[in-house]
């Protein structure tokens, strides 16, 4: 057999296992299956002049299938490592009023002693140490109705807290939430020189922080300036202006059909679906205006909306994917897409393609709707999961969506964070310099 040959045969199996290992689902097996087809391949070709030996098509296959393995135990990456600009704190009380919170700019295993003791661990996660950070501690329970905001540079807003709830004396049941202001993780999920008819897109819905079940702020509070509706403002955004029109969970841009939308950030896909908002078991279907139904939304393409979910881990220590150490988990929201190139399961990188924009669902114009989510250190939970539901139910992620852009009033502490306990979460700046989309005057 000719060098040329067998070299052939080596570039044919590396181009099999190449397409593998840019497939994130690939099985072992699918791999090995694939080695043998090449093996087969080769063994075709044995009696052929010039063909390749018996033995060199076997010992292609035992090469193939060791690359296999290879990869398969070496499974695409899910979480974004945090760096050593972030510390781990972690919060946690006993049945009888202690409680603890250790913090460690070094990232080292601060929940160790509470759990050595039998503490339970009542919220674990990040802090930047040289940036800007948010404290929320919250005391006596059940209802935990002392409540404590902190906000500065590195650890002293932990400190501060630490002692509002220890001095003069120790406060029982405290439990301590924290968060960066800013956890820069998240691009653009469409290009930023994206078109609609003709023009740039245009943000038209943000998010709204004068949520249920406070429902009014007043945004002098938060240094904005006074309107004669401000003191009971229903819409208030993250810069803490009162705005008129456009409340929602998520923020909404009017962009042309079949724009490009893309993974915002390294994740694994949890819900790619199709809803519908027409289905008979919602009472006003979408779609068709009737006396009975005089606000429906209509315009849409069709009634079915196409709809991607990614989990999104920032991982300071642990095993990735594995529920053990020290990260903070966020969900972002894809919908309205003409259709979805992704899979439930799916380890998806920053910039992979999801599918094309679109007007599905219940929208009435072509535009894309996203939205996040935090999983982890909310308002009362250290860790929770979100379910997708059928009609007429979505999510039950209603009560930890966060704002991607922060909060940055002028003055005042994010209103989401405590006022709506249980429900609310704190919200951190997650987009990456340069890659946050245009949101105007809202």
Known sequence: MSRARWLNIVIAAGAVLATIMSAPLAFADACTDACKTERDSCMGQVSQKGGPKPQQCVQALTACKKECQKVTQKPAEQ????????????????????????????????????????GTIQRKGLYKNNDTNRVVVRCYPPDYGWVGLYEGAGNGPLTAAYDSARKPKQLPGSIFTVSPRSMPIL?????????????????VNGFDFARSPYNTLDVADFGQPSTPTSSAATIVDWMGREQTKGSHDAHDWLIDRLTPITA????????????????????CPCGVKTAACPNVVTGMDTTVQQEVAIEHTVLRSGVCGSGSGYYEKFITYYAHLTNFSVSVGQIVQKGDPIGPSGNTGNSSNPHLHFGVIRLTNTAAQPEVTVNWLPPTKHNDGGDKVIEPYGWAAPKGF???????????????????????PLTGAW
Do not use: E
């Open 414 to 436: 994010d209103p989401w964070a405590w006022k709506g306990y249980p429900q609310g979460a704190l919200s951190p700046n997650l987009w990456n310099s340069g890659q946050a």
């Open 264 to 283: 915002a950030a390294r994740g694994k896909v949890v819900m790619a679906r199709t809803y519908d908002c027409a289905a008979p078991a919602f009472a």
């Open 79 to 118: 979480c974004i490592k945090a760096g050593s600009d972030y510390g781990t704190y972690c919060s946690g009380t006993w049945p009888d009023g202690r409680w603890a919170f250790n913090s460690d700019t070094a990232g080292g295993d601060t929940c160790a002693s509470i759990v050595k003791t039998g």
């Open 187 to 203: 691009d653009s999920p469409f290009p930023l020189g994206a078109k609609y008819q003709g023009g740039p897109y245009v943000h």
